[in-house]
């Protein structure tokens, strides 16, 4: 059983928008704070969104503020990030990660956004 599998992925013009989606199943979802990364060819990954356990204390990476929208569905077991208005720059693979303090943490096996100019 794979702990995180995101979806949502695809190929969309600058200026459109995707929904990604991660579904959890096999650990305590509801007790996790989750995370969006991204990595991008020859980069590093890159925390993009983060939200507490509760749905709060959201936080963005300066690149996407104002764009990106991360939100969970503590009933489902899920994570979402909503991305608006895409840039060049957002083609990345994509990566959900579940984090709790002394406990082990999950990744997700990626999803690739490639937006095209």
């Known amino acids: 059983q794979v702990p995180l599998v995101e979806s949502g992925g695809g190929l969309v013009q600058v200026g459109g928008s995707l929904r990604l989606s991660c579904a959890a199943s096999?650990?305590?979802?509801?007790?996790?704070?989750m995370r969006w990364y991204r990595q991008a060819p020859g980069k590093e990954r890159e925390l993009v969104a983060s939200?507490?356990?509760?749905?709060?204390?959201?936080n963005y990476a300066d690149s996407v503020k104002g764009r990106f929208i991360i939100s969970r569905n503590n009933t489902e077991n899920m994570l979402y990030l909503q991305m608006n208005s895409l840039k060049p720059e957002d083609t990345a693979v994509y990566y959900c990660?579940?984090?709790?303090?002394?406990?082990?943490?999950?990744w997700g096996q990626g999803t690739q956004v490639t937006v095209s100019s």
């Open positions: 939200i507490a356990t509760w749905g709060g204390n959201i």
């Open positions: 990660k579940g984090t709790r303090w002394s406990s082990p943490e999950y």
């Open positions: 096999g650990f305590p979802f509801l007790s996790y704070a």
